[in-house]
């Protein structure tokens, strides 16, 4: 087998803490990553121990000071967090080697210490050597804004960047105004106007260079109006720019100076959306920083911003990046840093799982010697699903892998983007050594004080995907009558066989779709499933025996009464070929609850067409701390790709599997499914059947109900439900080409909810509520909650 990697070289994304009312901090913030790789896009987390009051503008607070703070941090995921004063992340939960302080950034390069992250000497240098030497018929606009007032250096900082005013910094400067010779120019209004007209390029730009940036946004060009005496106005801006492509700074101080500029850069941006011919137009938005006073802006935009009607668009609130969006959005993200990116192909041998490859630098570095300079984004797939690699892991930005992969586990990171790492050293190969899911998993719950082992059942799960080499193997035993011929086979007294053309027969009868009837018939065979082979009636006991091919032989040994009896080679046509089950297929009660496993498996394998990817691991018995013991037929880590911005947090998923039968859900499976559910908050749970919906009893749809009424309860810590429950039924595993296609086929409310949330049913969170209106008669998530305020 192959597994597809993908490196990408990106800068270090930085994370600096700091109140928000510290304006001497945070203008060392802004001069930092004037002279870092990438640093307009590193985040300033906002600091407090309570929120203040001009959080919101309403006087509802709807998060915590804590939320708040982590909310930045999973948006951003930063690679190191930087303390604007000691001990501001002593509560995160970030890993203590990965905290740094201000003065850790920029050292001086004959201190020969350890550096973190990619200054800029470097870039100007390159820059300088491959083209600013030369004399340009046409010289570019570089510009380096200086404040003549104290309070006015921030907000150049910030929007233009600045240079460090220590002694042994102030080389940064000086190479800059050596390679670019850009205009000094002091900040006025009249200044500030002349400069968003033209085409400029500033310090704080220069650090883009060798950067291709992907935005994954749907924000409208945008003013933002703020006060330059406002430190907290600055962060906003910050943070803002960094997500979104068109963001522009409109001091309130200069907005008089500026307003011609700021009503032609909405006329100029009022435009058609390109590619749209229903007329649909972009519209400019005017927002308005939090420290403006809300009755001031209408009476601001009326007097400075107003232009014709029909382009303007007001926004009084701030984006909630740091809060999870509603499903029905179009999501916000960070955009995605791109200096280089190396996709390549590994062969994975049965005994050695092994990857070599190259770290990425960029080109113009030659100092990152024994540095944390750059990060290198590893994304790995197997498309087989057979369970020998391990590619998608539990995100956790704050702590360091929980699997040794190379020399070292402090610097690995698994985040939404990939597995992270910072090479220290240039011309190093990596060599790491993967894992197959279920030694992942294991590792995990070790890491988490379970011990865990793998059940007879969870053998057997594992061995059918194997056997029908992974999910599109699979797929030839998602018919309801294959399974049970399968099982129905493994029942027969000693040969467990079934005579050639009836099983050929049989399959054919079960599979609806014609084109796919020889196919299945086929990979049942060439997979091993099934094997051909001779019964012959023994002339001792009268009993009938089956037999390898190989096997065959004049003089044969009866499988019942172990007697020798010659083969009838006068009567051959009497011998019956035929097809025996065979491994973990020839195992009773539908091979111990395998079949329903791995087609649960498989579902999630395949939601979302392809969007999503998965770790997965069959049958586990678990020690839980508690010392309570439980068991998961199967356990899933689950995440939706995107094909633009990071992917989804990683989903932790229990499931329980069940075959036929009136009463299989018992109050047992409910009991511990809910007991994993208390020991990993926030996960998933599911429960998958082969029966039809119609045959789950009313006795297991109360139960059901009840875990997932409890499962709905809202963890304010965690900021979302305490366990979504998802029922997968026949339905579901025996679907076809997609659950959506399933769904309309069956048509009625069915019908109705594949086509509303077609989208979103990858969203497990929306996939639990959509199944449990469907087999549990509950109302919607959203009614549901509606209902329950309207109690209280």
């Known amino acids: 087998m192959s597994i597809n990697i993908q ?10 803490l700091v109140k928000p009312d510290d304006s001497k901090n945070l203008t060392k913030i802004f001069e930092i990553n004037t002279c870092l790789w990438g640093g307009q896009f590193n985040p300033i987390i906002p600091y407090f121990s309570r929120v203040p009051s001009w959080w919101e503008r309403i006087n509802f607070k709807f998060d915590n000071a804590k939320q708040i703070i982590n909310g930045y941090l ?41 550096r973190f992250g990619l200054t800029l000497n470097d870039l100007y240098r390159h820059l ?108 906003d801006f910050w943070n803002l720019r960094a997500i979104h492509k068109d963001m522009l700074a409109i001091p309130l101080q200069y907005i008089e100076e500026l307003s011609s500029f700021c009503k032609e850069y909405i006329l100029k941006h009022h435009r058609p959306l390109p590619g749209n011919h229903n007329g649909v137009m972009i519209h400019p938005t005017c927002m308005f920083s939090r420290s403006i006073p809300e009755g001031d802006i209408e009476q601001i935009h009326k007097q400075y911003l107003l232009v014709e009607s029909g382009s303007n668009t007001i926004q009084t609130w701030y984006p909630p990046i740091w809060r999870d969006q509603p499903n029905y959005t179009v999501r916000k993200t960070r955009p995605i840093l791109n200096s280089k990116t190396i996709s390549l192909i590994s062969a994975i041998e049965n005994n050695n799982s092994k990857i070599r490859f190259d770290s990425i630098y960029p080109d113009f570095s030659i100092h990152l010697n024994g540095s944390y300079g750059i990060a290198n984004v590893v994304k790995l797939r197997d498309d087989t699903n057979q369970n020998q690699i391990a590619t998608v892991f539990p995100c956790n ?12 586990t402090d610097s690995y990171l698994s985040t939404t983007e990939g597995v992270v790492f910072f090479p220290e050293f240039q011309n190093v190969t990596e060599s790491w050594d993967l894992v197959d899911c279920t030694t992942a998993v294991n590792t995990w719950f070790n890491q988490n004080n379970i011990k865990a082992a793998v059940s007879d059942a969870g053998r057997a799960t594992q061995q059918i995907i194997q056997t029908l080499g992974g999910f599109t193997g699979v797929s030839s035993i998602a018919h309801r009558e294959i399974v049970k011929l399968l099982n129905k086979i493994s029942q027969k007294p000693i040969t ?15 599979i609806k779709n014609t084109s796919q009837k020889e196919n299945v018939f086929k990979r049942l065979i060439e997979k091993k499933a099934v094997e051909l082979g001779l019964e012959v009636k023994c002339d001792n006991c009268g009993n009938w025996s089956w037999y390898y091919v190989n096997q065959l032989d004049y003089e044969l040994t009866c499988d019942l009464c172990l007697k020798k009896y010659p083969f009838p080679i006068t009567c051959p046509s009497k011998n019956k ?151 997968l039924t ?57 209902d329950k305020w309207k109690k209280k």
């Not at 702590?399 to 070292?408: R, T, V």
């Not at 467990?496 to 079960?510: D, E, G, I, T």
Request: proline share 4%; with cysteine.
């Open 496 to 510: 467990r066989s079934a005579q050639y053309q009836k099983f050929q027969n049989a399959v054919y009868k079960a």
């Open 730 to 786: 026949g339905t579901e595993l025996f679907a076809g080409y997609s659950i959506q296609q399933s769904w309309i086929e069956k048509g009625g409310n069915f019908k109705k909810l594949a086509e509303s949330y077609s989208p979103y049913i990858q969203n497990l969170r929306i996939l639990a509520d959509l199944t449990q209106q469907l087999y549990l008669s509950m109302e919607s998530y959203n009614k549901w909650l509606e």
């Open 128 to 235: 300088y050597n491959k083209e600013f030497q030369f004399q340009k018929r046409y010289k570019q606009n570089f510009i380096q804004i200086k404040a003549d007032k104290k309070e006015l250096s921030s907000f150049t900082a910030c929007i233009f960047g600045n240079f460090p005013r220590q002694d042994l910094l102030d080389y940064f400067e000086e190479n800059y105004q050596y390679v670019f010779e850009p205009s000094i120019l002091v900040l006025n209004g009249s200044t500030l106007n002349e400069v968003y007209r033209s085409n400029y390029i500033s310090p704080l730009m220069i650090g883009n260079q060798e950067l291709e940036i992907n935005y994954n946004e749907n924000q409208p060009p945008t003013l933002f109006i703020l006060d330059i005496s406002k430190s907290r106005d600055l962060i």
């Open 7 to 16: 490196i990408r070289l990106r800068p270090i994304r930085f994370g600096f």
């Open 397 to 408: 930005y704050k702590n360091s892998f929980f699997l040794k992969l190379g020399f070292s």
């Open 577 to 727: 070929w035929s097809y025996r089950v065979i491994g973990p297929f020839a195992l009773p009660d539908y091979s111990r609850g395998g079949y329903s496993a791995s087609l649960a498996i498989r579902f999630f394998a395949n939601l979302g067409l392809r969007s999503s990817n998965l770790t997965w691991s069959a049958g586990q018995e678990l020690s839980l701390p508690s010392r309570e013991k439980v068991e998961a037929d199967f356990i899933l880590w689950y995440q939706r790709q995107t094909h633009v911005g990071p992917n989804y947090q990683t989903e932790i998923i229990f499931g329980e599997a069940k075959s036929f039968g009136k009463e299989i859900f018992e109050q047992d499976d409910i009991d511990k499914m809910k007991l994993l559910a208390e020991t990993f908050p926030g996960s998933i749970l599911v429960f998958a059947t082969m029966k039809k919906p119609e045959d789950l009893s009313s006795k297991e749809i109360i139960k059901l109900r009840k875990l997932s009424e409890w499962g709905r309860s809202y963890n304010k810590e965690r900021k979302q439900s305490r366990a979504p429950v998802i029922i």
């Open 74 to 114: 999973d948006f951003f995921e930063p690679d190191f967090l930087v303390e604007a004063e000691p001990g501001l992340s002593e509560k995160l939960g970030f890993d203590s080697d990965r905290v740094l302080q201000l003065h850790e950034i920029l050292k001086y390069d004959e201190q020969k210490l350890r």
